[in-house]
């Protein structure tokens, strides 16, 4: 259950009230006893992700903590993301969802059926950047943190979610005030989950060769020992149009995606869902949380797939088998595909080409193909 801030309006008395979220909102005040009192929407959903492996601590509240304690199953839970032997997980993608509310809220009530019907997807969800339309205070309570849409509402306290910061979110001020991340600097950091290790970039400080950025992200990507990576930055390499391929990004970010053998790269920007292959890294704009759609272009340079949808994606780690599931807010799906790894490649020799099967199915048709990265 979640931790909510109050406030008294007659007397601006301040306190927090651990409640279910189907509860009705406390009127009365403790302090004065009139029935002025609101409740609060704001950093209480925010999550703070600590240490090497993966620990998620709420920060705003002690009666939060204890009763989390108590809660073994959930405990148990939680651990075995950090776990460095674990073999699987399951995870949620989505981003973009400024500016339209009631759309991003389709969105969300779609990944809380999912995870209804497999709570292993009640894990983490990467936000692939835009999550408000400005770096503004009244940007986050009018559509992120909306008291008066519940599905939101009930997905942020249910689900911790992590993602990169967009250019809509400007300098971060207030990005940084709602989800304040361990960042290494400016907004770029990493973590494991489970067997995949999640790399955060952030586009809007310099990660061009010789930058602070740039060397940290070698040194993370070639001393990690998870045998999944996922590369997260907002404006994407490869698209399908309206905002233009990001170059800087193919120029610097795709060679070392390569070289270190990045499974997946996730994107937003766009307002729609694409996927392109490139030297054998999927690179997927999953920008459908929300925001009004733009008309993806499938003839852009290696796109496989496009779709003008509201949408997210539900992937799935077993073993050495990853498969992604891009899916309409209608709960219809827009194409599963699968990488598999015949043989785990975290801190293999980089010079050896290892055989990786990419198996595209999308409603109506199936096309397998073999490449060598």
């Not at 029935?35 to 240490?51: P, Q, S, W, Y």
Request: aromatic share 12%; with cysteine; net charge neutral.
């Amino acid at each position: 259950m979640p931790t909510y801030d109050y406030k008294c309006d007659a007397c601006e008395h301040a306190w927090e009230l651990f409640q279910s979220i189907k509860a009705e909102p406390e009127k009365k005040c403790p302090a004065c006893g009139k029935k002025k009192a609101r409740r609060l929407i704001g950093a209480g959903a925010g999550l703070i992700f600590k240490g090497s492996g993966f620990y998620l601590t709420d920060y705003r509240s002690k009666s939060y903590k204890d009763a989390a304690k108590a809660d073994k199953s959930a405990s148990e839970s939680a651990s075995s993301k950090s776990d460095s032997s674990a073999k699987s997980v399951k995870i949620l993608s989505y981003g973009d969802t400024r500016s339209t509310p009631a759309n991003q809220e389709l969105v969300v009530a779609r990944m809380r059926a999912a995870y209804a019907a497999d709570p292993a997807l009640q894990s983490i969800a990467l936000h692939t950047g835009d999550w408000v339309s400005g770096d503004g205070e009244s940007y986050w309570t009018s559509q992120f943190f909306v008291n008066t849409n519940p599905q939101m509402h009930a997905f942020q306290s249910e689900v911790p979610i992590e993602g990169v910061r967009g250019n809509h979110e400007g300098a971060g001020k207030y990005f940084k005030k709602y989800f304040p991340y361990p960042y290494v600097s400016n907004f770029y950091w990493s973590y494991d989950y489970g067997p995949v290790h999640v790399v955060v970039l952030d586009q809007y400080a310099s990660y061009a060769p010789g930058s602070a950025q740039y060397n940290w992200l070698i040194k993370d990507l070639a001393s990690t020992t998870r045998p999944w990576k996922i590369l997260m930055f907002h404006e994407p390499a490869w698209a399908a149009g309206v905002h233009e391929n990001n170059a800087t990004a193919q120029k610097y970010l795709q060679p070392l995606c390569k070289k270190y053998r990045v499974d997946l790269v996730l994107n937003g920007h766009n307002h729609y869902y694409a996927r392109a292959v490139v030297d054998g890294v999927s690179h997927i704009t999953n920008g459908g949380g929300g925001a009004p759609l733009y008309t993806p272009d499938p003839t852009y340079p290696y796109i496989v797939i496009t779709d003008e949808s509201f949408s997210y994606c539900e992937i799935d780690i077993q073993d050495t088998t990853l498969a992604l599931t891009a899916r309409r807010a209608d709960g219809s799906v827009i194409e599963t595909f699968s990488i598999n790894h015949p043989v785990p490649h975290a801190k293999a020799n980089l010079n050896t080409r290892t055989e990786q099967t990419v198996t595209t199915v999308v409603p109506d048709s199936f096309s397998e193909c073999n490449m060598l990265i």
